[in-house]
């Protein structure tokens, strides 16, 4: 799309790259690319997974570029589709993302692996939420991180600015996998591969599921599914992939998922 954001496509896997040297970070022309980017994966029915990752070792990506804000880029601008970085608040995303994160990851850029489903990382890679230092909010991270690790050790890192490596950030459940620097991006495409041969109307089903039923109790939450009063689901239970599924369960071979 751009020399800021490139993307590489191999059957159903889109591999969105951010390259904004010295530190990816993002204004607000390179959140809307992103959006727009993210959202051509959603919309297009013969991409199943997409994989985030960003150029160079040294920054994953360092979050708002604070030198476009000096210039004149207001933090409540426009981020464009998707809110900041195109996938914090992109509605109807029930496409399995995957952040390949090799870095820093700071601020706004933790924020934005943590948009993403499953998070791999280098060795060399860390996290921290810095914005208590200049007196601001880490918005995203405050409402996500204390749902996704224990209170105290979330209050901890939003409240202190700390850094924690990959090693720590692993152990509380963040990170899936941390991997040498140069066996990072081959594990995240064996990830992707795996995702893409898998029924993608179960995915998305998943997907929203969790999303629309994070906070309700237990049995609320089961009445939305098994009332079919999500769309996913209810497409799902009507599909030719749920018929496939048990046919080929019965005839012992692999299914062949179709999307429909």
């Not at 224990?150 to 996998?177: F, K, Q």
Request: some cysteine; hydrophobic content about 45%.
């Amino acid at each position: 799309m751009s020399d800021v954001i490139r993307t590489r496509r191999e059957g159903g896997i889109l591999e969105v790259t951010l390259d904004r040297p010295k530190a990816n970070a993002i204004d607000l022309a390179t959140s809307r690319l992103m959006g727009q980017t993210f959202k051509a994966f959603r919309d297009d029915p013969d991409l199943r997974v997409a994989i985030l990752r960003t150029a160079g070792e040294k920054f994953f990506c360092a979050g708002w570029d604070l030198k476009a804000a000096a210039e004149g880029d207001p933090i409540d601008g426009d981020y464009g589709v998707g809110g900041f970085g195109g996938l914090q608040e992109l509605r109807d995303l029930n496409k399995p993302v995957i952040a390949c994160v090799n870095g820093m990851a700071v601020g706004g850029g933790f924020e934005l692996a943590l948009s993403c489903d499953l998070i791999y990382a280098s060795e060399h890679s860390s996290f921290a939420l810095p914005e208590i230092r200049a007196g601001t909010l880490a918005d995203a991270a405050t409402i996500k991180l204390p749902r996704r690790m224990p209170y105290h050790v979330a209050m901890d890192l939003l409240l202190t600015g700390r850094w924690m490596d990959a090693a720590e950030a692993h152990r509380w459940g963040l990170v899936n996998e941390v991997l040498p620097a140069d066996g990072l991006e081959q594990r995240v495409w064996e990830i992707a591969r795996l995702l893409e041969s898998g029924p993608p109307l179960v995915f998305a089903a998943i997907k929203e599921t969790a999303r629309m039923t994070e906070g309700l109790p237990f049995q609320e939450a089961m009445n939305k599914v098994m009332r079919r009063q999500l769309p996913t689901v209810d497409i799902l239970y009507d599909s030719e992939d749920y018929q496939e599924g048990a046919r080929a369960f019965a005839e012992k071979r692999d299914p062949v998922w179709k999307g429909k």
